[in-house]
């Protein structure tokens, strides 16, 4: 999946350095990359797919800030929307993930004691 995240990156900044409109171009890489963290299966995304997504999303947000400048309220608002949907995802995935750890933990704690005879 890491591998997957990473080549599809890559093929996007390729596709990306062709067009003529960097602007529209950004919003439309931001955008595919955020409805594919949104597609991903909450329940079973791993530590590496993670730091993956972390790698990607920093990338996106320091080009962001290059093209800000130049994006209209329009795309600006897309952006910060987009975000935020990111943002609802991630947030998804790592409640997720600290709900498995706290079940885990409460079963450990409270689970069937066991008598020694």
């Not at 329940?43 to 590496?48: F, N, W």
């Amino acid at each position: 999946m890491k591998r997957l995240i990473i080549f599809a990156w890559v093929a996007l900044m390729g596709i990306a350095m062709m067009k003529a409109d960097p602007v529209n171009d950004f919003l439309n890489r931001y955008e595919l990359f955020v409805n594919g963290v949104a597609a991903l299966d909450k329940k079973t995304v791993d530590l590496g797919t993670m730091d993956s997504l972390k790698v990607v999303y920093k990338d996106l947000t320091k080009e962001y800030k290059t093209h800000k400048k130049q994006m209209t309220d329009i795309q600006l608002e897309k952006y910060y929307n987009l975000k935020a949907k990111y943002q609802k995802n991630v947030a998804l995935i790592r409640t997720r993930k600290g709900a498995k750890a706290v079940k885990g933990w409460v079963k450990g704690v409270f689970g069937k004691e066991t008598t020694k005879n």
